[in-house]
């Protein structure tokens, strides 16, 4: 393949504001991730990082005001979450939700056609879904007993990420955000994330990784970090950014997006 440079970049955010409850929030976002890279976003609690997530996901509550965000060089603003899922955005969600009754390998199976149905595609087949099913589970650690729970009912906090991340893993989006920032991931939630974002970073898919936690990015090694302060990204840079960050602290960003 030939890189070409006027390539759409996988994700474009343009000068994106937003507010929820008469309160602006995002004052400001601009973020291109190209395809393949991995980008982390780091900012202090309150800074705006999670309720960028939510809007990249479509979650109602929150008015845009201004701006853009662009999905493979189209605008996602009027689609709903499903449709913005369908069209290969994937949000981790920091607290998963349990859903009794529901055996977790019903849950993908039911993930998946949904979003093959919104492309258009046929429903897979059982002996293609279990195929895929044994490819990411053992890629993961996921045993068929834990896929025969139900979804995320009495799991640990290791297992819920491994069933969030064995859900991204089988559903292939092309840009996928994990919001970790307040979850205090513990020390086998840390490496299955990493592990599965690791194993997924295939220099095509993009992701963005939400986080405070500088020991996260020693496992997952963004391309690029940004500083978020104040509802928008006040600088960019390599790795070493992070490293800085965790010397440091956030009090040289502070009252510079003011
Ligand atoms: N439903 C809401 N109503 C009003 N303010 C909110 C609501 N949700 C979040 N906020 C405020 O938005 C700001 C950013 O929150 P959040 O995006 O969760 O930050 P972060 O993820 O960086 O910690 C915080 O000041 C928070 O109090
Ligand atoms: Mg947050």
Redesign the pocket.
Known sequence: MTDTAAKTPVLEIRNLHAR??E?E??KGVNLVIPQGEVHAIM????????????VLAGKE?YEITEGEILLNGESILEMEPAERAAAGIFLAFQYPIEIPGVATMTFLKAAINAQRKARGEGELSTPDFMRAVKEAGAQLNVDSAMLKRPLNVGFSGGEKKRAEIMQMALLKPSLAVL?E??SGLDIDALQVVSKGVNALRDGKRSMLV?T?YQRLLNHIVPDVVHV?SD?RIVESGDKDLALQLEAKGYADYDGQAA
């Open positions: 929820i409850e309160r929030i995002l900012g202090r609690n309150g800074s705006g990082k999670s309720t960028l997530s939510y509550d919001d920032t307040d939400i405070h978020f509802g």
